[in-house]
């Protein structure tokens, strides 16, 4: 990774709940990403969002490599503001244009209740949602990046490092 | 078990005369409009309670766009017996979500009614269809400009007014009791027919949104909370922006001074000194809101200690009751009531003031304030961080407004919920002469051990509630029900007897709050 794009990712961690929208026609395919392509009209555009936990730079660095981007190209990042309701009219709206989206996340509880009801509203179809409980170690950063890279290429997302004490957190994905 | 393309099929509705049926919903609707993928209907399974999610899993969701459509999808129904569950936004959570009270219902999403179809700043009034959310009211009365306050729960940017009133729901401000803010509603009966309620059936009519009782018997309350109907308007009235409005926090220290709170806040409830619902809440209520979650302090399971939760209140300079209420009026009435609340307040000795200016942007009052004063957040969520793990279930008992209630019920509930392992998160809604003790039963849904615990903990807190004399005033969807026993058997009877009038095939949401043909 390199500095800008480590730089820019953790920018977004510490916004908060965070919303980077990668659009999917400036991705190149990778190699080892079979079932990557998303059907739709229009070009669909992939729409990572973390919570303002330790891990979404890991999670976002996951989805940025499925979708093989330019470090930094192609990367807009729209910050929102925990559980501000303005913040969720913003995605609302983008859930409601007219463009595919496939939505991926790593996101706390209480977001996640907001958005899936969003995604029903929307309507989206919902094709995986887990929760979790994480650690904080280096186990749980590698699980982030793969389970946000599996999710941008729409596979299975990898078993979590179970940890009964540890933070809740749900991932999922959306097609809109 | 046999397998079917349907995620799930109506009780007594064989595959095929389901795909007979989902052939004329898509004549009826359109293709677009009717969902039966497993992918479409993931996010109307979703269920916050403790049950498991395939007993409310929908068999297939059809979209309406308007009362014709309603009407044809009734009709279908009926012909084909499909018990059809309606919801307006579906954001009813911890009390259900989108989710039909049983397994192969299906699911009238109302969604696309979303047409705020009339608001009258002067007469404040409103008139909307299902879809609304308060969010869409909030812009149209700030694009407009108009002088009008809205009043809502705590989901409130995306919730609805119609859904809300029609499961009774209530809010912040001094219209906060929002079924009795209603006012006309637009109803297609089971048989296809369209009533309207109040003045809504007098041809030239113009008073249907402000005179509520219209000729003989009033119809609207037998269509809240039961399945005799689906709504596809309802008038309600809006409360007049005041010049001034003025929240405050009242802290007191002490979990036993709950008791002389609410004997020192009745009286000035009652005679309307303070107009609006006034909310005594807990401490991890509090906590939850302004983002504490458990596992910053607890990393072992189970209910957490009461002297966690006093070290929670320290560190976030939190009550153990943190009261709110507002002030509504001219600069005259403010300064007069507020000089009664402070003198009040000051009598008992006890309990920290903190104003508007004093809290600045500080969570968890600044979110409670813009629920006193209308406008939507959607800070309360939370709550679902406490614990992490998506389960909630809101357990609401009500009883009259008086100290001596209080502690008992607090006593009560946190035994029970600590013995299976959970925490008292809860808060004390005061009334004109009512109070709501509204408990939120927070779990993680994913650990299935602490699922069946909080299962056995609900209902253990309705059985041992009933037998003090206390019912809840609405419930999930999974113990409807059981609550409706609480009742007694003649008002059950009397419910299964206007059904089997209404609805004879018993086609619309069969199983809400208990009733059945």
Redesign the interface.
Known sequence: MTTDRRSILKGLASAGLVMATMPWAQAKPSSGTPGRAVHGDGPPHVTALVSGSALDAAFMAGVQQAIDAPSGQGLSAQPLQGLDAATFARLNRLLNDDNATLLVGLIDDASAAVVIDLVRSAGGRMLSVQHHRVGQDAGATQWARLLGQALAATQAAPDAPNHTAGTAYVSLSCMI | MTTSKYLALPKGVSENRFDAAIQKFNAALGTENVLT?A??L???T?V?MAVETAQHTPSAVVMATSVEQVQAVVKICNEYKIPVWTIS???N?GYG??APVERGQIVLDL?KMNKILHIDPELCTALVEPGVTY?MLYDYIEENKLPLMLSFSAP???AGPLGNTMDRGVGYTPYGEHFLMQCGMEVVMANGDVLRTGMGGVKGDKAWQVFKWGYGPTLDGMFTQSNYGICTKMGFWLMPKPPVFKPFEVKFDNEADISEIVEMLRPLRIAQIIPNAVVIAGTLWEASTC?T?R?DYL???GHTPDEVVKQIQKDKDLGAWNVYAALYGSPEQVEVNWKIVTDTIKRAGKGRIVTQEEAGDRQPFKYRAELMSGV????E?????W????GSMWFAPVSQARGSECDKQVKLAKTILNKHGLDYVGEFIVGWRDMHHVIDVLY????PEETKRANACFSELLDEFEKEGYAVYRVNTAFQERVANSYGPVKRDVERKIKRALDPNGILSPGKSGIRI
């Open positions: 993928s992918e479409h993931a996010p109307y979703k916050m936004t579906g954001r959570f979500s989108a969604k969010q409130s940017a995306i983002n979650r596992s990393k072992t399971p939507p957040n959607l800070q969520f939370g709550l679902y961080n614990r992490g793990g998506g993680d849904r994913s650990n």
